[in-house]
């Protein structure tokens, strides 16, 4: 299978409602600045079905059991064509800990490219995972086997954190590299000063 058009592209942006009703804009923002945390996108097929619940309950249990999803700090959001009342007593009926979005129109759906499964009989069970700087850097789409989803996760958020260590090792290194070379030209300007010190002097 093709990877999907959107990895390695910034995620796009939408606004629609989440189980209370109010407007949820995405990419996340605090006092208008851009959330800069990984996050798990995950499009269901519809609240209250047995899979969809498995998977919602899944992805709320690894947010306080699974190490990796405590020490990137993931943020977890959920989205399905369901409307908003019927989303809200997903929401509570299961104890769910983050957002869960009502997408009737498709809007989310469209501008992430999410299409049919099953032979198009439902919506596909798509999910991505976007790194600190709002770009997608993975997805999976498997409508039948809720219990990936939670696992992809995790692997994927195991890369973003060994592509952090290697960037940050890499940026130490370049700083070292550039304080070695700052010595350097400090301690030749050193030696000319002295060798132009001991010229006037012996002259």
Known sequence: MAPHPLINEAAPEFSIPDANGNMFKFPPEEQGVRVKKPIALFFYPEAGTFGCTREACQFRDALVEKEIFKRTDVQVIGISPDPVSKQKQFVESQKLTYPVLSDEKHV?????????????????RTTFVI??????????????NYNAHVKFVIKALEKLESRSSVESLSKTRNADTDLARSDDSSSSQI???????AYVVGA
Do not use: W
């Not at 989310?108 to 596909?124: C, I, N, P, S």
């Open 108 to 124: 989310a759906y469209q501008a992430f490219h999410v299409g049919k499964g099953l032979l198009g009989f439902t919506d596909a």
């Open 131 to 144: 790194d600190n700087e709002g770009i997608i850097r993975d997805s999976l789409t498997a409508t039948m």
């Open 191 to 197: 030696r000319n000063e002295l060798g132009r010190v």
